[in-house]
């Protein structure tokens, strides 16, 4: 009896992890890619400071796309999150005289505010989302250099957040410690209250879903003040790598990898499915590749973006036949 059990649970574990799987191709690909790269480029890629690297860029990648997720999940894109990172950390700078340091306290603020500000814009006014937080993005990476400019600086940084730089625990470095809360909040969100639910319905049927007696227009501001939120308290991670300081010039890549973690961790553009955590699985796949790409004797550094481009081309189109594959059964 104490035998059949055993190996009954040992199917069970065996099904239920396969299925895991089978329904997060991120998984395999993540599993796929150490594996790769672990063969090819062991004492590079293996190394302690090759691993701590990996966590530093999970960190940035992570933070510019679990917020947005939200606002993915029920079919709208918010791509604002490089506005509210590198104007954020210039508020950051410009309040730290008066403020001390509880001005890092601005990023979240920040982050929510212009989030209530898109979500009400996009539903009062029916802008297309993605024109409207490019538009924020633009004006915010203005306002950022125009600072810069106007104070006659090269970087705006705030020497007295170094102590955050020290990482209590060994091999962790702090930006990743820093992200930790930002990537629990985004996973209560959607797993511990109704709000993930609700947008996914909207994602998937909008027109059902209010029929259902959901407030459409409520939780579709509300998808975009989450998004917000978790941008800015994420980018205290990202001011934080960055020596505490932030960009003062706008870099269309970072764009790109907020939604390409989103897009490699199954989370379609059209809505309706995936979340945070597919999310943070796709922020893994993103920086294996870069960093496995970067690591290969023969390859041109120049040339990686061309590479996750077309990867990201790719994971679209596969994403896209998925979702018609789903809808359709």
């Not at 940035?60 to 604002?80: E, Q, R, W």
């Not at 989103?262 to 945070?276: E, K, N, Q, W, Y």
């Not at 993103?286 to 990867?311: A, Q």
């Not at 036949?321 to 059964?329: E, F, H, N, R, Y």
Request: one cysteine or more; charged letters at 10%; a positive charge.
């Amino acid at each position: 009896m104490k035998g059949e059990f055993e190996k009954s649970t040992v199917v069970t574990t065996v099904a239920l992890a396969w299925r895991l799987i089978r329904i997060n191709p991120a998984l395999w690909t993540i599993f796929s890619l150490i594996v790769l790269f672990s063969v090819i480029v062991p004492e590079k890629f293996l190394s302690a400071s090759n691993l701590v690297a990996i966590l530093k860029s999970f960190a940035v990648t992570a933070m510019l796309s679990v917020g947005p997720t939200f606002v993915i999940l029920m079919g709208s894109i918010d791509v604002s999150y490089m506005g509210v990172w590198m104007f954020g950390g210039a508020l950051v700078w410009l309040l730290y005289p008066y403020l001390g340091l509880a001005s890092i306290l601005v990023y979240p603020v920040f982050g929510l505010l212009v989030g209530l500000v898109n979500g009400y814009i996009h539903v009062k006014a029916k802008i297309p989302s993605f024109i409207l937080t490019i538009a924020v993005t633009a004006v915010f990476a203005f306002l950022t250099t125009y600072v810069r400019n106007v104070s006659g600086v090269l970087t705006l940084t705030v020497p007295a957040y170094n102590f955050l730089r020290e990482s209590p625990i060994p091999y962790l470095p702090s930006p990743f410690l820093l992200a930790l809360p930002t990537i629990a909040l985004a996973i209560f969100f959607m797993f511990f209250t109704k709000v993930g639910t609700y947008l996914c319905a909207i994602g998937s049927n909008e027109e059902g879903a209010s029929l259902a007696g959901i407030n459409v227009r409520k939780y579709k501001i509300l998808a975009f003040m989450i998004s917000g939120f978790l941008t800015g308290l994420g980018s205290i991670a990202i001011f934080v790598h960055l020596g505490n300081q932030t960009r003062v010039d706008f870099d269309p890549s970072e764009l790109i990898r907020g939604l390409a973690a989103i897009v490699l961790g199954g989370t379609p553009l059209a809505g309706g499915m995936g979340g945070p955590h597919r999310t943070l699985m796709g922020a893994l796949v993103y920086v294996l590749i870069f960093n496995g790409l970067f690591l290969l004797p023969g390859v041109d550094p120049n040339h990686l973006k061309l590479y996750i481009g077309t990867l990201l081309l790719a994971a679209v189109v596969v994403a896209s036949k998925a979702l018609k594959g789903a809808l359709i059964a």
